[in-house]
């Protein structure tokens, strides 16, 4: 019995392989710099219909949710609750910034959202020199 219960907890966690997100900005940039780590940063608001798909579809892609475990300290700003975006310039939404452990954007921001290839193919390049 138990062996069935700890394969249905791996199968269940596989299912739903979205990576663990952040609790704050200020969080996750902490969080960054314990772990050596970049900051995912996505600006989004309740009602973007890309917004939700990314979250919905894209980081359940297992390859998606697993880069970004291994990569990133992912974070979340509802820009409604957060209007001063922390001095970043939002354009729609979703907007992403890539981040140093220390708050520096690496390269330019996204705008928008992508299927899960384009999207892995843009964090692997934010890690590449």
């Known amino acids: 019995?138990?062996?069935?219960?700890?394969?249905?907890?791996?199968?269940?966690?596989?299912?739903?392989?979205?990576?663990d997100w952040a609790a704050s900005y200020e969080a996750a940039l902490a969080q960054a710099k314990q772990e050596g780590k970049k900051v995912m940063l996505m600006f989004s608001t309740p009602t973007c219909k890309m917004c939700n798909y990314m979250k919905q579809t894209v980081y359940e892609d297992e390859r998606v949710a697993e880069?970004?475990?291994a990569f990133f300290i992912p974070v979340e700003v509802n820009i409604v609750r957060h209007p001063d975006k922390y001095g970043y310039k939002v354009i729609g939404?979703?907007?992403?910034?890539?981040l140093t452990p220390s708050?520096?954007?690496?390269?330019?921001?996204?705008v928008g959202g992508a299927d899960a290839?384009?999207?892995?193919?843009?964090?692997?390049?934010?890690?590449?020199?």
Do not use: C, H
């Open 1 to 19: 019995m138990r062996k069935t219960v700890i394969a249905l907890m791996v199968l269940t966690s596989a299912l739903w392989a979205e990576p």
């Open 67 to 69: 880069y970004i475990e």
């Open 93 to 98: 939404t979703p907007t992403y910034y890539f």
């Open 103 to 110: 708050g520096e954007p690496i390269g330019r921001m996204m």
């Open 117 to 129: 290839d384009g999207f892995l193919e843009q964090l692997q390049s934010v890690n590449r020199p």
